[in-house]
């Protein structure tokens, strides 16, 4: 799937440096960005899903 990010110039800028610092191209950056980003949120909802689990175990077992 291609994308159309607006930046603003500040950003722009901001993002060509980290791409630069890192010897990457700009995409290769996007794209690890947004892995970086689907990646916690699976572990974010995997930790908050063990949480609700160990929480409510007894009850769990109760119910049963």
């Known amino acids: 799937m291609q994308m159309t990010v607006d930046l603003s110039d500040e950003q722009a800028e901001q993002f060509q440096q980290l791409a630069k610092s890192l010897s990457i191209p700009p995409q290769e950056l996007v794209r ?3 892995d970086d980003f689907l990646l916690r949120q699976a ?7 063990r949480y609700v689990l160990e929480k ?9």
């Open 32 to 34: 690890a960005a947004i």
């Open 43 to 49: 572990e974010d909802f995997s930790q908050a899903a």
């Open 56 to 64: 409510n175990e007894e009850l769990y077992k109760r119910l049963s």
